[in-house]
């Protein structure tokens, strides 16, 4: 609780501080009142408060940080979003995350519930670095479909295959994936928008090569995901949604599904 009070002081403080006009909520597009997949960055002063996908809050018109303080004690991590370029109908942009996995791999490294690794397990020190850069394009009057290409990698201590075992679990698979190799090159686009009234769209394909790893060759992961959503406004929103996971693993492909709902609020 003590590190997101502080993550919201800074991030008040620093926005207070940052020159800028900001936009209200009636001139920022609709699009952008709410973060998605996208090169937008929520309007300066602007925060968001999601269920699932954690705190948002636009920095500048340009700049976004976020975090999740639901998983931050034991994932530790920071996100950033930046507008480098804008006109009326694109947008580029560039995003990036810093997380520290020893801490969740050592809370999972236990026999029973929620035991994912063997307990004999010893996950080294790293930082994992993820950045893409987006190209988002408004096609159709509010109507978005984005591009992105980027990689993530780690810096770790050595470590063998006993010290730390392949992390095979759906979904945080290809996560993990830049403990065990040189890093993961990615690929994905994204369309969203409005199907009629308050009732929004999004989905979303991202391509995952895992190179490297251990017991695995051509190692690779698909992810899906399309979410139906309305938004109360430009206040409250709710979502469903439905997240696919297709990867080739050692004991070979398996296709799994996760349902979800979300709540989220901005303002």
Same mark, same amino acid.
């Given at each position: ?8 002081? =800074? ?7 940052? *020159? ?25 002063? %602007? ?8 705190? !948002? ?13 639901? =998983? @931050?004690?034991?994932?530790?991590? $920071? ?6 370029? %804008? ?34 397990? !010893?996950?080294? @020190? ?36 006993? &010290? ?10 290809? !996560? ?9 090159? !990615? ?26 790893? *251990? ?7 698909? &992810? ?6 309305? %938004?109360?406004?430009? %206040?409250?929103? $709710? ?23 979300? =709540?989220?609020?901005?303002?």
């Amino acid at each position: 609780m003590r590190r997101w009070l502080s993550f919201a002081a =800074v991030a008040a403080a620093a926005s207070a501080a940052l *020159p800028g006009r900001a936009e209200t909520d009636d001139t920022a597009p609709p699009l952008r009142r709410f973060s998605g997949a996208n090169a937008l960055t929520l309007p300066r002063g %602007r925060w968001e408060i999601d269920l699932l996908r954690g705190v !948002r809050h636009g920095l500048t018109d340009s700049f976004e940080l976020g975090l999740n303080p639901l =998983v @931050i004690a034991m994932l530790p991590h $920071l996100e950033a979003k930046f507008m480098a370029a %804008r006109d009326r109908r694109h947008v580029l942009g560039v995003r990036a995350r810093l997380s520290y996995p020893t801490t969740f791999l050592e809370l999972v490294s236990k026999e029973g519930q929620f035991g994912l690794l063997p307990a004999t397990s !010893r996950p080294p @020190i790293a930082v994992v670095f993820e950045a893409d850069a987006i190209a988002s394009s408004e096609w159709f009057e509010d109507e978005l479909v984005s591009v992105w290409i980027g990689a993530a990698v780690a810096l770790h201590e050595p470590f063998t295959a006993e &010290e730390l075992p392949l992390l095979d679990f759906p979904f945080l698979y290809q !996560r993990f994936a830049p403990l065990y190799g040189p890093g993961v090159p !990615r690929t994905g686009f994204s369309f969203e928008g409005v199907v009629v009234g308050g009732v929004h769209y999004s989905t979303e394909f991202v391509a995952y090569l895992l190179p490297g790893l *251990p017991d695995v060759e051509g190692a690779s992961a698909l &992810e899906h995901g399309a979410e139906l959503e309305y %938004r109360f406004g430009d %206040r409250w929103a $709710l979502g469903a949604g439905l997240r696919t996971s297709y990867a080739k693993y050692p004991y070979g492909r398996r296709t799994h599904f996760l349902p979800y709902l979300d =709540v989220r609020a901005s303002f």
